[in-house]
């Protein structure tokens, strides 16, 4: 199975900061990568997909980059409303999600 | 619109069953795999199981294989979990999801799921 680890586990940004997250796959996963956010009580949201493809409605101020295992969610400059818990997922062999970030405003 | 919405939670004793319920509007169902997705108690995301446009296949973590059973049925636009021999280690509130490009692009509002006697 494919084992997704994101890092941080948690971290708080300021209004305006960039914020990246990291996500790293077990084997390589050729950009068959997803980005959610969640906030509290709600589904979940998908904001890229594809590894860099962002999602009809997203702000253009969330993106995503990376190749092979190696994946990062960039915010380039944090809002209220991005508070919230970030997953990645894989979906080259069958699904696995991260264990999440926290995303809080500092 | 797209809509999804789970239906037929609850609690349930260990070692029992329930079925889960989505139905969906919005899109044509018939076009789109379909899957489950749960989240226990302030815990991460985790994929339960996917079934193809047709139904004809179906694909499970292993936690879960052997006992339950994802379907669909086009006509009425619902997708369905089968969940026998229910374990504590089940409780949580299940999603309702469409995939596309190897994301879930479409999320119901969940559903609750709690196993215990």
């Known amino acids: 199975d494919i084992q997704m680890t994101q890092s941080p586990a948690s971290l708080s940004a300021s209004l305006g900061e960039t914020v990246t997250i990291q996500c790293r796959a077990s084997?390589?996963?050729?950009?068959?990568l997803a980005w959610y956010q969640q906030k509290p009580g709600k589904s979940p949201q998908l904001l890229i997909y594809?590894?860099?493809s962002l999602q009809d409605g997203v702000p253009s101020r969330f993106s995503g980059s990376g190749s092979g295992t190696q994946y990062s969610l960039k915010i380039s400059s944090m809002q209220t409303e991005d508070e919230g818990v970030y997953f990645c997922?894989?979906?080259?062999?069958?699904?696995?999600f991260g264990g999440g970030t926290k995303l809080e405003l500092k | 619109e797209v809509q999804l919405v789970e239906s037929g939670g609850g609690l349930v004793q260990p070692g029992r069953s329930m079925k889960l319920s989505c139905a969906a509007s919005?899109?044509?169902?018939?076009?789109?795999?379909m899957a489950w997705v749960r989240q226990a108690p302030t815990k991460g995301l985790e994929w339960v199981a996917t079934?193809?446009?047709?139904?004809?296949?179906?694909y499970y973590r292993d936690s879960v294989k052997g006992r339950f059973t994802i379907s669909r049925d086009n006509a009425k636009s619902t997708l369905y979990l089968q969940m026998n021999s229910l374990r504590s280690e089940d409780t949580a509130t299940y999603y309702c999801?469409?995939?596309?490009?190897?994301?879930?692009?479409?999320w119901g509002q969940g559903v609750m799921v709690t196993v215990s006697s």
């Open positions: 997922q894989q979906g080259l062999k069958y699904r696995t």
């Open positions: 999801t469409r995939e596309e490009l190897g994301g879930f692009d479409y």
């Open positions: 919005g899109f044509t169902f018939s076009s789109f795999p």
């Open positions: 594809g590894a860099s």
């Open positions: 079934i193809s446009t047709s139904g004809g296949s179906t």
């Open positions: 084997e390589d996963i050729y950009s068959g």
